[in-house]
């Protein structure tokens, strides 16, 4: 009885994880996905002359220079969406004041933040 309760559970876990491969599987790519987020959001405040970059040094134009984030250091941690400064303030996660797309009243919509989020978990990878 015991031991095939720990089965069934053992085949639960099993298919549980054959279902998740194709979710995982999915890459979200920098160019196709995360760049015109960025082009369309925030390149025009963070380029040289615009208020984003001039405040911060960052300087969303390439992934590198994305990469290399502000004056004080890289916004990005590859795999950890959590902790990663972009994503909290796209999120609104750090105070409302500097919720970005900065001074805009909405947010980006939650697809949009949910790619960002997949693309920073998933690495940060420039594909
Ligand atoms: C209207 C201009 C504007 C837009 C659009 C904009 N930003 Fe910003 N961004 C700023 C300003 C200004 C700062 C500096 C804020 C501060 O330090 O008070 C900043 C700072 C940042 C920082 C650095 C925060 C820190 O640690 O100092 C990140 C990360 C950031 N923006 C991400 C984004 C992202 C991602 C987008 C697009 C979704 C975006 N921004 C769109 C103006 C903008």
Request: include cysteine; charged fraction near 20%.
């Amino acid at each position: 009885m015991k031991n095939q309760i720990l089965l069934s559970g053992f085949v639960l876990a099993v298919s549980f994880f054959v279902m998740a491969i194709p979710a995982l599987a999915q890459d979200v790519s920098y160019k196709s996905d995360i760049s015109p987020i960025i082009h369309d959001y925030c390149l025009s405040c963070h380029q040289p002359g615009g208020k984003g970059y001039e405040a911060s040094g960052l300087d969303m134009r390439t992934y590198q220079s994305l990469m290399k984030g502000t004056k004080f250091g890289s916004v990005i941690k590859p795999g950890d969406s959590f902790t990663s400064i972009l994503i909290q303030l796209v999120e609104g996660r750090a105070h409302s004041s500097i919720k970005m797309p900065f001074g805009m009243s909405g947010s980006l919509s939650k697809t949009n933040i949910d790619l960002m989020k997949k693309w920073v978990d998933q690495g940060a990878k420039d594909n």
